[in-house]
């Protein structure tokens, strides 16, 4: 009996540290929220950044796992037409909100968020769950023509308009 | 003295396989190195996980990446604890069934407890990312996502399979429906694998992933079919195990003497152990381990049970000429020749492997060897003309000590005593085969005099 109960603390100490050291290292990768507003192609350079937070849990139901692949498949793939392109930021009513776009070719493999809305109060909360909903239905329908998801209007719309900017760029 | 069949026989005379000389370095290597492979294979695992997980930034997506490495571990562990059971000729030979079985069971709980964290973590994970209720999250993940239902009824069945395992409730079952219950894992297995590819951000877009991973699974797949099925029956097959006749030999104890052919290319090691299917309408079904009471001559072998539960009380009425389906020889318990003088304690019908070394050492060592024979009652004695007859021949020291602990009024085996009757006991090589209190006496007492456990060695019975 103790050493199963030692056996099953050091598994959930390894674990926690294990989540920790993922959690605190490879920050790099993600753009921190206020930092560049408008530097268009410095993301370009770290094709890891398209594995964004947006890929990993679960979305709406219109985004079965199995299509998630197009999310993350970018990740690995590096090659000479994969381009990151930042939208501008949008103003909404709880700050401002800005995605940047990776493309293979002209396929959307993924939308990270550069700044996400913040007014202090349940904004952070909100934008967790849309925004993982928004880049779904935006890898689904290949391209900014996605709706609005119920009880975050601001951040939609101001998700949608930053994004329509970025793929406006791309085609330009 | 126990009654004799009409026809009484001979013992088979010992094997003409001689020992080799030995320290047994690949058995004190080979468990290190089972053990540090298994390891690296985590530690793999862990980093296939690592290179396809973003940073969390979420709390939904921390529970959720918490879920997917522990799910990946079971994954990983399942394999493992199914090639520990694969019968792998080396595992079996370097490191002991019983042995093995003890990981396997270890293991087992642990992975079970993985299982069962993966399942409400993924739920909880993906509730807490989507903003809905554990329930509803529930009943989305098992109809829209692809193969969460099997892997969730795969998950029901483990835990029905541990229930059975418990070891309360093991106890209150016969070793068949235990046995039989075990088989469902395999069903698990295969329910839940497909869950792992369609769902497993680790393998949905990494091809070289889920070839590795598929490959693994196949792998230890064979090794199953192969160990476990094809080469017995290709052994039986060419040996043609037969039960010769069945000869009492103390009251609950019968040894069962079996004919074939080319016994002895079976290349059995003394302190073996087959397990053994005889193709009875009763017992057909049923496959139990029983040592090798006497090394296979070219076409006979023996082995020698006590009557401890329906399946070995049955043995006594084995007709002549009824067909056995065997597997092995299994088992790390076998003498190594060291150099060293040798001490074999047995218990009981904890005799039967010991009775096989000890006819097996070579004459040379001749006035090195000495034999305990622990029993409760004289009518539990087994062997004792042969015992005899060996330990003249090869000038062995042999002591029967017999009587229930209360009515010697001590514990013969306790570490005085055993230094007592075994003089400059520090510098043997001791052999215990008993019952699990007696065996566990018996190691104690022998670490107290000063043997390192790398030159005790044991086998415990039930397994």
Redesign the interface.
């Known amino acids: 009996m103790r050493r199963?109960i030692l056996?099953?603390g050091s598994?959930a100490a390894g674990?926690a540290a294990?989540?920790s050291f993922?959690?605190h290292?490879?920050?790099a990768?993600?753009a921190e929220p206020g930092v560049s507003p408008s530097a268009s192609s410095a993301a370009a350079a770290t094709p890891a950044a398209s594995?964004?937070?947006s890929?990993?849990?679960?979305?709406?139901?219109t985004a079965?796992?199995?299509k998630?692949?197009a999310t993350?498949?970018a990740?690995?793939g590096g090659s000479m037409t994969t381009r990151t392109i930042t939208g501008t930021a949008e103003t909404t009513l709880y700050g401002p909100m800005q995605v940047k776009v990776t493309l293979d070719g002209t396929k959307i493999t993924n939308v990270a968020v550069v700044q996400e809305t913040n007014d202090g109060q349940e904004s952070q909360?909100i934008d967790?769950?849309s925004i993982?909903k928004l880049t779904a239905e935006t890898l689904t329908a290949q391209s900014a023509r996605i709706d609005t998801v119920s009880g975050a209007t601001a951040t939609s719309t101001g998700y949608i308009g930053s994004l329509q900017s970025a793929l406006d760029q791309a085609t330009a | 003295m126990p009654t004799q069949p009409a026809a009484p026989r001979p013992a088979p005379a010992p094997s003409a396989r001689p020992l080799r000389p030995g320290r047994g370095i690949a058995r004190l290597v080979l468990p290190v190195l089972v053990l540090s492979l298994i390891g690296l294979g985590a530690l793999a695992v862990?980093g296939l996980w690592?290179q396809?997980?973003?940073?969390?930034?979420?709390?939904?997506?921390?529970i959720?990446?918490?879920g997917d490495?522990?799910g990946l571990l079971a994954g990983y562990g399942f394999v493992i604890l199914v090639g520990l059971m694969a019968r792998l000729p080396p595992l079996e030979k370097g490191i002991g069934s019983d042995r093995l079985a003890r990981w396997h069971a270890m293991g087992g709980?642990?992975v079970i407890?993985?299982v069962s964290a993966h399942v409400p973590l993924i739920v909880w994970?993906?509730a807490?990312?989507?903003?809905v209720q554990v329930t509803s999250?529930t009943a989305?993940l098992l109809t829209?996502?692809?193969d969460v239902l099997m892997a969730t009824v795969a998950w029901f069945l483990l835990l029905g399979v541990a229930a059975f395992s418990a070891r309360a409730a093991r106890r209150r079952l016969a070793y068949e429906t235990w046995y039989y219950a075990h088989l469902y894992t395999y069903l698990a297995i295969a329910l839940a694998f497909s869950h792992q590819f369609?769902?497993g951000?680790a393998f949905?877009?990494?091809a070289t992933a889920r070839i590795a991973w598929s490959a693994l699974y196949a792998t230890v797949g064979a090794l199953i079919v192969w160990y476990r099925v094809i080469t017995p029956l290709l052994r039986s097959a060419r040996h043609h195990f037969t039960v010769d006749y069945v000869r009492p030999e103390a009251p609950g104890i019968v040894s069962v003497f079996i004919t074939g052919r080319d016994l002895d290319r079976l290349r059995a090691e003394p302190g073996q152990f087959f397990r053994w299917r005889f193709l009875t309408r009763e017992l057909w079904w049923q496959s139990h381990p029983y040592s090798l009471s006497a090394m296979p001559s070219p076409d006979q072998m023996r082995i020698t049970v006590k009557a401890s539960g329906d399946h070995s009380g049955s043995l006594a009425d084995l007709a002549p000429g009824t067909r056995i389906f065997a597997e092995g020889p299994y088992g790390a318990f076998t003498p190594l020749l060291t150099g060293r003088r040798v001490l074999f304690i047995a218990g009981g019908v904890g005799i039967t492997p010991i009775r096989a070394m000890f006819a097996a050492l070579p004459k040379r060592m001749s006035g090195g060897i000495t034999l305990l024979y622990r029993a409760s009652h004289p009518r539990d004695v087994v062997f004792s003309r042969e015992l005899n007859a060996i330990a003249a021949d090869r000038r062995a020291a042999l002591h029967y000590l017999i009587g229930s602990r209360d009515e010697l009024g001590y514990d013969p085996l306790d570490a005085d005593n055993l230094q007592y009757a075994v003089p400059g006991l520090h510098r043997y090589e001791a052999y215990v085969c008993g019952p699990p209190g007696m065996t566990q006496t018996a190691v104690a007492a022998l670490r107290a005099a000063g043997i390192p456990s790398r030159r005790i060695h044991h086998e415990s019975f039930d397994f």
């Open positions: 199963a056996t099953i598994t674990l294990l989540l993922k959690t290292t490879s920050a990768d993600v594995m964004a937070p890929a990993k849990p679960k979305a709406s139901s079965s796992p199995a998630m692949k993350a498949s990740g690995s909360s967790s769950f993982p | 862990i690592w396809s997980t973003p940073r969390p930034t979420t709390t939904g997506a921390l959720t990446d918490a490495v522990l709980r642990y407890t993985l994970g993906y807490v990312s989507a903003h999250e989305t829209t996502y692809p369609a769902d951000p949905q877009t990494n």
